[in-house]
T-cell receptor, first 115, second 109 residues
């Protein structure tokens, strides 16, 4: 099992360019998440999905869009990149046990720089 | 909505104990603890559920006070491998986890 994988690992964009980050998991998890991590800010939730075809906003959704067309994949899109979106992006997946979310498995991260 | 962690940073000598606290202003379904080493992804440590159930690391303990919406992570007899940044994540509703800003722990030999 590969667990959670993210592509690409690194990317440099110019302001205004667009790109898509791909997250894939092979654990058959229902839930998937996108976080961004900036120094001193912790992990901030961008968007998440509780199942195929569903998405919801997190803490910092502005400037990002997501899609979950297949259960194993969760895509994060930046339509017009801004320097403020320079960050490390982590994807995670988990499953529900009873009423609560169980362990989150994180991908290795994507380091994005917007010039 | 982001939980508050304290302290922001801790420096210990190997073998010493530490407590990391996490508090929320909202009622919680669960509290999650993760550790992240520099340049790596966060790794699961523990989950504490309403009602007292726990799941996680056998060398790290934690508590969850549901009434006060607070959790504490206890690191006893710390080892060099414990160094890293510790994050608490709180689950309020809607199946999402909101993380705190983290507590940096540095263990000296």
């Amino acid at each position: 099992n590969a667990g959670v994988t993210q592509t690409p690992k690194f990317r440099v964009l110019k302001t205004g360019q667009s790109m898509t980050l791909l997250c894939a998991q092979d654990m058959n998890h229902e839930y998937m998440y996108w976080y961004r991590q900036d120094p001193g800010m912790g992990l901030r939730l961008i968007h998440y999905s509780v199942g195929e075809g569903t998405t919801a906003k997190g803490e910092v959704p502005d400037g990002y869009n997501v899609s979950r067309l297949k259960k194993q994949n969760f895509l994060l899109g930046l339509e017009s990149a801004a320097p403020s979106q320079t960050s490390v992006y982590f994807c995670a997946s988990s499953y529900l046990v009873g009423e609560t979310t169980d362990t989150q498995y994180f991908g290795p991260g994507t380091r994005l720089t917007v010039l | 909505q982001q939980p508050v962690q304290s302290p922001q940073a801790v420096i210990l000598r190997e073998g010493e104990d530490a407590v990391i606290n996490c508090s929320s202003s909202k009622a919680l379904y669960s509290v999650h603890w993760y550790r992240q080493k520099h340049g790596e992804a966060p790794v699961f440590l523990m989950i504490l559920l309403k009602g007292g159930e726990q799941k996680g690391h056998d060398k790290i303990s934690a508590s969850f006070n549901e009434k006060k919406q607070q959790s504490s992570l206890y690191l006893t007899a710390s080892q060099l491998s414990y160094s890293g940044t510790y994050f608490c994540g709180t689950e309020i509703s809607d199946d999402k986890i909101i993380f705190g800003k983290g507590t940096r722990l540095h263990i000296l030999p």
